[in-house]
């Protein structure tokens, strides 16, 4: 026969592991829970650490002021990282002509446009785009981007900072388009049908009451999108060289904080060389221009949300 | 008195639909735009690498030799990469967001928590990629193993599983959890035998998703030290190994001509181990949408 409610309740009541468990879990689950806790905290102090080690071999003021990257020089090395920020800046800004733009928009025509079936078909192809792998826009960019633009302009060499630029800001039109497009979508329908009831054509309300409404959620998506292009590693890797320079050249070869990551990464710098300790100290440049892009983001879409 | 002059409104009319006409096919064109970039790309990989595609590709080793390169050890490579990539990052990425959501108090600690776990969402991968060169690679002295790049590799995509699985715990009935608080379960009765089961779904979706991001990944397996000719498979975690992305790479930046061509081979193996985790994930998906 099988045992009754009153038998099994009184049975469960008997088990002290049950309590135990109740206890337990939650512990484990916080220790798990703080694991992502620590990796920001690893992060952070090894970039530190490592970074500190380099600035007793090189002066932190050459470092911040130099207009010189020439570590590799055996007598003269010279470690001047604004060589390599002005290599990240050209291409941030190259991908983010292209990028804003079309990005903006698509985010338009999506949310204040198209019709749902529509929507259905370019959003999934949006989302592929996103998830292409950034080793094969690199590809992309030396492989079929590069050609084409030398075809047009001769004097554009094979490692270029515009291929590159135009690249990554391909990458980056799908964040862009779709964070807008969240922000235009969360904009009230009333206020819309408000205006289009008042005579405006779909453009007007765009233009004049869409985009204001969602004006704190575009901003963020490019700063965030700023943010993604400036970390940018396989693609510069692959199509814009290896030539630190220190000039407003976008023709030829260039650097970029990542790049010479990777350069330095795939050589064999030794362990404890001053080349090998460089890529820290570039590496929390690096992170203090993404961080201060996110947090930026995240103040632009907090302090100037139209709530409604 | 009259509130509208309709002359004006007449004279402007034209142009006001003429800008709206307009406009629109602006905004249509720049979407089009995008999608076309996506398909000369995927156009321009298919028709250089078709070619280079045979069975020999893929049970090929790397080799000196256009022709005869395939990418054996790389595919196999990646494969273990996921064996470690996977359980980690779910386990890790699952217990947190079952913290966050169910049992974390309103107070500092969790609001620090969670804006850590979205800081950490915008931190570049190569940056992840020193500091598991730094803890794993040295610290820990797994040197260039599948296993200190599995574990590089479970961080940087653990805020993307962390949130999804977040979601999909939220979207889960309220109903649910009281009936089974109802009938006397405890809390973590609940969360294992109601709560997960029902969002496993758009738990598996999510990580599905995170982990096709992990395996094209390239930044942070160079920084470690992944080498790219290897002429062996590995047989445990602690062997060194490559991947599909570092082979791409290695092969992407070669100068000769016909080793494009294989790269876009790679390239379309890659493609097609990611389309098959995508399609997965959208079956999940839609077979276990809304069923509340």
């Known amino acids: 026969m099988r045992p009754s409610v009153q038998e099994m309740i009184a049975q469960s009541r008997g088990k002290r592991n049950k309590k135990v468990i109740e206890k337990i879990i939650p512990i484990i689950l916080f220790l798990i829970a703080s694991v992502s806790v620590l990796t920001s905290i690893g992060i952070?102090?090894?970039?530190?650490?490592?970074?500190?080690?380099?600035f007793t071999r090189v002066p932190f003021f050459d470092f911040i002021t130099g207009t010189t990257w020439l570590p590799f020089s055996n007598n003269e090395a010279q470690f001047g990282i604004w060589p390599l920020i002005i290599g990240t800046l050209k291409i941030t800004v190259i991908a983010i002509i292209v990028a804003v733009p079309i990005g903006i928009s698509a985010a338009i025509y999506?949310?204040?446009?198209?019709?749902?079936?529509?929507?259905?078909?370019?959003k999934p192809v949006l989302e592929v785009l996103a998830g292409v792998p950034t080793i094969v826009y690199g590809f992309f960019a030396l492989t079929f981007v590069t050609p084409v633009l030398q075809a047009v302009f001769p004097e554009i060499?094979?490692?270029?900072?515009?291929?590159?630029?135009?690249?990554?800001?391909?990458?980056?039109?799908?964040?862009?388009?779709?964070?807008?497009?969240?922000?235009?979508s969360s904009v009230p329908k009333s206020i819309r049908e408000g205006a289009l009831a008042?005579?405006?054509?779909?453009?007007?309300?765009?233009?004049?009451?869409?985009?204001p409404a969602a004006l704190s959620g575009i901003v963020a998506s490019i700063v965030l999108a700023i943010s993604r292009a400036i970390g940018e590693t396989m693609i510069v890797s692959l199509a814009a060289g290896s030539t630190p320079r220190f000039d407003g050249d976008f023709t030829g070869s260039i650097q970029t904080m990542t790049a010479y990551i990777v350069q330095v990464s795939k050589g064999d710098a030794g362990y404890g060389t001053t080349i090998y300790y460089s890529i820290y100290a570039v590496g929390f440049t690096l992170f203090l221009f993404t961080m201060a892009m996110n947090i930026l983001a995240s103040y632009v879409s907090k302090r100037f949300r139209e709530e409604y | 008195m009259r509130y509208i002059e309709q002359q004006t409104v007449v004279k402007r009319m034209n142009g006001r639909l003429i800008a709206n006409a307009i406009f629109k096919y602006i905004f249509l064109a720049a979407t089009l735009l995008?999608?076309?970039?996506?398909?000369?790309?995927?156009?321009?990989?298919?028709?250089?690498?078709?070619?280079?595609?045979?069975?020999?590709?893929?049970?090929?080793f790397a080799s000196r030799f256009p022709d005869q390169a395939g990418i054996k050890a790389a595919l196999v490579g990646s494969l273990w990469l996921m064996m470690v990539v996977a359980p980690t990052s779910i386990i890790l990425g699952v217990g947190s967001a079952i913290y966050l959501e169910e049992y974390a108090k309103q107070n500092r600690?969790?609001?620090?928590?969670?804006?850590?776990?979205?800081?950490?969402?915008?931190?570049?991968?190569?940056?992840?990629?020193?500091?598991?060169l730094t803890i794993f690679v040295r610290a820990m002295a797994l040197g260039n193993s599948i296993l200190a790049a599995g574990f590089t590799m479970s961080l940087l995509i653990l805020p993307v599983i962390i949130v999804a699985a977040q979601e999909a715990i939220r979207a889960v009935p309220g109903e649910l959890r009281d009936a089974s608080y109802g009938m006397g379960a405890t809390k973590w009765q609940t969360i294992v035998n109601i709560i997960l089961p029902a969002a496993i779904p758009g738990i598996l979706t999510g990580s599905i998703l995170a982990l096709s991001r992990a395996i094209g990944e390239t930044a942070p397996l160079i920084v470690i030290?992944?080498?790219?000719?290897?002429?062996?498979?590995?047989?445990?975690?602690?062997?060194?190994?490559?991947?599909?992305?570092?082979?791409?790479?290695?092969?992407?930046?070669?100068?000769?001509?016909?080793?494009?061509?294989?790269?876009?081979?790679?390239?379309?193996?890659l493609m097609a181990v990611l389309l098959s985790m995508n399609s997965i994930a959208v079956i999940i998906r839609n077979k276990f949408d809304k069923r509340y």
């Open chain 1, 110 to 122: 999506l949310s204040e446009y198209a019709s749902e079936n529509v929507r259905r078909v370019i």
């Open chain 1, 44 to 54: 952070v102090l090894t970039l530190i650490f490592e970074t500190i080690t380099f």
């Open chain 2, 225 to 269: 030290g992944v080498p790219v000719i290897i002429q062996f498979l590995p047989e445990g975690v602690m062997d060194t190994f490559t991947a599909l992305p570092m082979q791409i790479y290695d092969w992407s930046s070669r100068p000769q001509q016909e080793f494009q061509a294989v790269a876009a081979a790679g390239i379309i193996v």
């Open chain 2, 34 to 60: 995008a999608l076309l970039a996506l398909v000369i790309l995927l156009y321009r990989i298919v028709s250089q690498g078709a070619g280079n595609l045979s069975i020999d590709f893929l049970t090929n």
């Open chain 1, 157 to 184: 060499k094979i490692f270029n900072a515009i291929s590159p630029g135009i690249v990554v800001g391909i990458m980056i039109i799908p964040m862009i388009a779709s964070l807008s497009e969240d922000a235009m």
């Open chain 2, 109 to 132: 600690i969790t609001s620090f928590i969670r804006m850590n776990i979205s800081n950490l969402a915008g931190v570049p991968s190569v940056v992840f990629g020193l500091l598991g």
């Open chain 1, 198 to 211: 008042m005579g405006s054509t779909k453009f007007e309300v765009a233009w004049k009451i869409t985009i």
